[in-house]
């Protein structure tokens, strides 16, 4: 079923197939894990009343996002790498365990989003990061991104010494030799603004020939009020840089990335979908109604990562619209839920350390 939905052209099946097809794709999923996961095993005995074939993508059992920070959650012994999500010193990192198989398939699927924008042809790749988020012992999220994205880059020039400080030099060197023609940028969002924008001054830098895939960081820059529009509006000013991508994608789903339309809105890929839950009885809300974002993708086989109940509050605002040619859900992410929304979560997370089976 993965492989069908990504012969189809990106963002392009309804969303009551998709559904359909996807719920095919999940459940075999949901037995494969049940049955090489066994505390994946745990929590759909206890939480869920076992397993069974559901009937609808909202009856999926999920998983909510922090417990893959207190359990080891893999489904193969044969895991080849082991991504950590970012966080600050002292914070416990989530640790996703992906053997080839699922690397292959998220690899696939990146290609699978990103070629639409992209185009097929390697574009030389300034990367706005320092080189250490890749030679650094544990992958994080970050490292990760600038990994996947350097698959459609060529001659990779790296914006930052180890320190996160901007090496000019560089900058303006990758600049003179390749400028003239499209490269590809990537960033998360915060370094983007906060060291490659607040580094230069208006008109220092033409990037009129970039494209820009950003992604990560919002909290710090709305704390700051700056906005997507404001970040869009000035890094078009201060760089002639038109072309920007804004994503939504998490470490525990690695690949399944929700790129940004000509809406302003993101579109989860055909292999990959959303529910918008209630906090107060985990029902899925209506159609622009807020809630908990959960995200179901068909992507990874080596742990039970394929439904996860995010800390993310948003909102489905139209469905199978067609704007820019994208079909089925249009989202917009809002922010982080407060914790106290999230206490229902406890009752999975009990569940999977409740040994008594």
Known sequence: MFDKLLAAPPWSVRSAEKAAMMLEGLNALSALHYERCEPYRRIVDKAWGGPRSYARLQDIPYLPVSIFKELDLASTPDHSLVLKSSGTTGQMQSRIYVDGETAQRQSTALVNTFTPILGRQRLPFLAIDTKAVLTDQTMTARGAGVLGMMKFGARATFAMDRDLVVDKAAVREFLAVYGDKPFLMFGFTFLVWSKLYESFEDGELDLSNGILIHSGGWKKLEAEKVSNEVFRAALQR???????????????????????????RLYPPNFTEVIVRRPDTWEPCQMGEEGVVQVLSLLPTSYPGHSVL????????YVDKGVGGRFGQAVRILGRVPKAELRGCSDVIAASQDRAA
């Open 238 to 264: 201060r760089f002639g840089l038109s072309r920007i991508y804004n994503f939504y994608g998490f470490v525990e789903q690695i690949g399944s990335v929700f790129v940004e339309g000509d809406d302003g």
């Open 310 to 317: 995010t800390e993310d509050w948003g909102v489905v605002d």
